[in-house]
């Protein structure tokens, strides 16, 4: 499966994103869909999933903040991200779950400024 990212940019503290991702190729066996980031020096992190149910997860560090959502027809993952803060700046990646196997986009940058 192949990932393509979009959407991210420069925002104020406060403000407002919306990330997309869209899928193409296989998706038969596709668990669940995600989004992990990665800021400078630190390890990527899972920031939400959402299986084939559409049950969902996030981090402690973005619940109530940020917005997971799939839409199947459409295979793509979309993450709404409010009330931004400085320390959600980072590199983020979606990811699709095949199997036991991870697929990944190349990343999209979110820089949220004071």
């Known amino acids: 499966v192949h990932l393509v990212e979009s959407g991210g940019g420069l925002v104020q503290a406060g403000g407002s994103l919306t990330l997309s991702c869209a899928a193409s190729?296989?998706?038969?066996?596709?668990?669940?869909m995600g989004w992990y980031r990665q800021a400078p020096g630190k390890q990527r992190e899972v920031v939400a999933t959402?299986?084939?149910?559409?049950?969902?997860n996030y981090s402690d560090s973005v619940k109530g903040r940020l917005t997971i959502s799939r839409d199947n027809a459409k295979n793509t993952v979309d993450l709404q991200m409010n009330s931004l803060k400085r320390e959600d700046t980072a590199l983020y990646y979606c990811?699709?779950?095949?199997?036991?196997?991870?697929?990944w986009g190349q990343g999209t940058q979110v820089t949220v400024s004071s």
């Open positions: 959402v299986n084939t149910l559409g049950n969902t």
């Open positions: 190729g296989s998706m038969f066996g596709i668990r669940g």
């Open positions: 990811s699709a779950l095949l199997g036991v196997t991870y697929s």
